[in-house]
């Protein structure tokens, strides 16, 4: 039986590095969540993430790595980027303005290559440091997600999120 409870948007975001800094991409002006502002790459799982692979288990009605899939295939679709090595970051859940609550996985990963191609939904992007990236209108917190990552790779501690408010 549906429960709205226990109902969720699910999405992945993906923190992209090549040769020591960060993929970032401005939104779209038209876009109704967060126009204008800059981001990393990401968006919703859908069935369709798993659902033309063959089920990971014997019994067939488990897939393993769906997470991953869907950041792959959101990257592709959105900067025309292959990735590698991805791992996990931190997640967050929000509540969009149709009441729907998405939860967000936020996972890092290596680009193959360093040929961006932009989707229609993005208008920028830029190759950016961990300080650069702190003085461009990203959406809240995805600036902080970047330095955990950086600082996960410089001292191999696995990050955890801090809040902001004091």
Known sequence: MYNSE???YIAVTGI???DGKYLIAKRAEWEPDFPNKWTVPGGKVSMKDYSHRTPDT???KQWYNVLEEALRREVREEVGLEIRDIGYVTNLVFIRKDNIPCMVVSLFGYAVSDDVKLNKDLSEYKWVSVEEAKKYDMIEGIAEEIEMVDNFLKTGKV?????LRK
Do not use: V
Not at 159 to 163: G, T, Y
């Open 58 to 60: 014997e019994g067939g």
């Open 16 to 18: 992209i590095l090549k």
């Open 6 to 8: 226990k109902a969720h």
């Open 159 to 163: 990050p955890e999120w801090k809040s």
